[in-house]
């Protein structure tokens, strides 16, 4: 057990060099010397877990990945939880992709950086396919949801929906990225808000009558 514990945290130190690279100094920064600097490492520990720069990027753009996952998992429990709307709750979800303070900042530039990368990497192209494909389910499944309770028109398809959706985040992340405009969290709130409004259309009935 400690054993895979180390290589947990081995793996995590060296994502966590490999993104502050990528966030200082783009992603010619990162070699594996210079990732084993920044980790605390030997050379040969980091090429143990990481043989090649492609790897690394992989590893890093997954964990980020996962960490935003994770926030946005937790944007839907406690919204589910204090039993809100759902155009609510994905207006928070769809913020976490938009590069809005110094961490998100850091992540836009992981996920860019691989997304460049992946441009002439089949492998992982197909890891950035799979991504955005999720990041798409994810918004059909909640339009789908929507439909249920009553937010949604029930003749409205969601794969469409979403991929518009999808769309303005990403856009509208490259564009905060490139130049934040002034008052950027309120800018991005209303634009965000509106999309969604133009999707979610009715008002939510899943909780009525339930106090």
Known sequence: MPRTADHDERRRQIAAAVCELISEN???????????????????????????????LLHAFTTVSARIRGRAEERIRAGTEHRRPIAGIMAEV???????????????????????????????????????????????????????????????????????????????ALQVYREPPRDAAAVVTSIVTAELAAVFTGECGQYAGGG
């Open 94 to 172: 769809l913020t976490e992709f938009i590069p809005l303070d110094d961490t998100r900042r850091a992540e836009y530039r992981v996920a860019r950086a691989f997304a460049g990368r992946a441009l002439d990497a089949p492998a992982l192209a197909a890891v950035d396919v799979e991504t955005a494909r999720r990041i798409r389910e994810d918004l059909a499944r909640a339009v789908h949801n929507g439909k249920e309770c009553g937010e949604v028109e029930p003749d409205l398809d969601p794969g469409p929906a979403a991929l518009r959706l999808a769309a303005v985040t990403e856009g509208l």
């Open 26 to 56: 783009g992603l010619d920064a990162v070699t594996v010397a210079r990732t084993a600097r920044t980790a605390g490492m030997s050379v040969g520990l980091v090429q143990h877990y990481f043989r090649t720069k492609d790897q690394m």
